[in-house]
């Protein structure tokens, strides 16, 4: 299988539709941050690091300022649809492209968890849909056919898809908001952030962990929403950047708000196990009904459906354009990179897609176990987006502008801390993420064709930064201390991961520079310019 040349490619991109502003793209963004991690996260963090967890979502809001300024320069000066899937194609070759590809494939279990939790609290009105942390079957076609909803939602146009967006975006800052308020004047209590074993009652190291396996980092994700939209905003080098640092912005306050509602809220009879005795299967609800609130339960309930459908709404269509950015990577065939000319949207890719999620929602369990793996997922790729902007400031000239001032530190800072946050979400769920990755080479391999203007050993070459950097975060995560054998101890194993990373990154980046100072030939993917 080829790649598409450039005609076909610019062909398919010219029939998206460029009818995106600064609101539509803030509420795309704010609306796939904002999905089902506002009715679980504040539970699991605070079961992990108790109220030490507000420092987990200050640290998530600082990997996404970093992270989101490297893409903010990636989306502004390179605007395609689907980009982040397309960005370490251009800069660092085939290898990690697919590599990138293939993890950006296995993310769409992203949705597969918002449907999941739709089910986890639909439960309370249909208790035949959900037993044991798993769903039955009833619930499983139930979560198909919402997956089939969801998609048939995205197959018209991207100016339906961001009116109904914005409409279910206002409905989820309102509830939130009206949550926080209630449960801040009904159940109060003082003392909680020195109480019940202190400030960190497990260590300031469990901030660390509560980043995946309390689901921070699922939770804050989505703001690089607007970017893969770029292709089709009305002025993507001024709305785009606006709209994603919005959206960040906006749902990090929302989150501790949060955050601390449900600390100050639970009741005393309920910690006398400390934070780790405290368990509910729809947290704001049963809390809501613990402390009498029967109209915020009932409506907490409806916006379980709709936040998390609001977000999971939201990723089919985000979805739907990496996949179609994999069929003009090459990854997929270029059937998948069809655009109907009537919608403007990729329908074959949407239908790719729907196949995905319900394959997910098979041997997942709970919104906790999906989620956790789902968050390496990201991490990874922000991480290589890191590696590409670094790589093409390589190529840069005196006239070439600059949309994000230090971008040239920012880069290797996020690639450490992006690093950092996937090694900290322990052995647990590294041993199963980082090898499904790395699966990804056998894909690379079985598709080989030749022909991309390079032999294989030099793509290869090219493109071994990355597997030598999953292998040894795999093997760093086994020796370390977070859910790891120990062998390696804190905190050297951190001061290990971060200094490791960084050697990778320069690695990465001259790699980088190798590669995109080559000749591009026919069949090539050459970066659009800046």
Not at 221 to 246: I, K, Y
Not at 362 to 391: E, T
Request: charged share 10%; glycine share 10%; proline share 5%.
């Amino acid at each position: 299988m080829g790649e598409a040349d450039a005609s076909t490619v610019a062909a398919q991109e010219h029939r998206l539709r460029r009818d995106l502003g600064f609101w539509g793209l803030t509420s795309i963004g704010f609306s796939n941050i904002v999905g089902s991690g506002w009715l679980f996260a504040a539970m699991y963090a605070a079961q992990t690091a108790g109220p030490a967890s507000l420092l987990s979502w200050l640290a998530a809001g600082a990997l996404c300022a970093l992270v989101a300024l490297v893409m903010v320069e990636l989306g502004a000066s390179r605007p395609e649809g689907g980009g982040t899937v397309r960005w370490p194609l251009y800069a660092s070759g085939r290898l990690v492209g697919t590599l990138i590809g293939w993890s950006a494939l296995l993310s769409v279990g992203g949705t597969a968890a918002e449907i999941s939790a739709i089910m986890q609290y639909a439960a309370h009105y249909l208790p035949g849909i959900y037993h044991g942390h798993r769903l039955t079957l009833p619930g499983l076609g139930l979560a198909i056919a919402l997956s089939v909803v969801l998609t048939a939602l995205n197959w018209f146009a991207v100016r339906m898809f961001a009116r109904l967006n914005n409409l279910v975006s206002i409905f989820k800052i309102l509830v939130p908001i009206v949550t926080m308020a209630a449960l801040f004047a009904s159940g109060w209590h003082s003392g909680r952030l020195t109480g019940h074993g202190g400030f960190a009652p497990y260590g300031y190291a469990a901030c660390l962990s509560a980043l995946a396996s309390g689901g921070i980092v699922y939770s804050v994700n989505g703001f690089q929403a607007p970017l893969d939209f770029s292709g089709e905003a009305r002025n993507p080098r001024r709305s785009v950047p606006t709209s994603v640092l919005t959206g960040i912005g906006l749902a990090l306050l929302m989150y501790l708000g949060l955050q601390l509602a449900f600390l100050f809220s639970v009741p005393d009879n309920l910690l006398g196990h400390g934070w780790r005795g405290v368990d509910f299967e729809s947290p704001f609800g049963q809390l809501a009904l613990i402390l009498n609130l029967q109209w915020l339960s009932s409506l907490l309930y409806a916006d379980a459906v709709l936040s998390p459908g609001g977000s999971a709404y939201v990723g089919v269509a985000i979805d739907a354009r990496h996949t179609y950015a994999l069929a003009k990577n090459g990854l997929l065939p270029r059937f998948f990179m069809q655009v109907n000319p009537r919608h403007g949207v990729p329908h074959r890719a949407l239908a790719l897609n729907l196949a995905v999620i319900m394959v997910f929602l098979l041997p997942f369990g709970g919104w906790q176990n999906i989620v956790a793996v789902m968050g390496d997922m990201y991490l990874l790729v922000y991480a290589a987006s890191a590696v590409a902007v670094a790589a093409f400031r390589t190529q840069a000239t005196s006239e070439t502008p600059h949309w994000v001032p230090g971008v040239r530190w920012i880069a290797p800072v996020s690639f450490v801390v992006s690093s950092e946050f996937v090694y900290w979400s322990g052995w647990h769920d590294l041993r199963l993420a980082l090898p499904l990755v790395l699966a990804g080479l056998l894909v690379f391999l079985a598709m080989w064709r030749g022909g991309y203007g390079a032999a294989l050993r030099d793509e290869l070459r090219v493109g071994a930064w990355l597997v030598v950097y999953l292998s040894v975060l795999t093997l760093l995560s086994w020796l370390g201390t977070f859910k790891g054998s120990g062998r390696l101890p804190a905190p050297y194993d951190s001061f290990t991961v971060a200094a490791v990373s960084l050697a990778i990154f320069y690695w990465a980046v001259r790699s980088g520079a190798r590669h995109l100072s080559r000749p591009t030939a026919p069949g090539a993917s050459a970066p659009p310019s800046a």
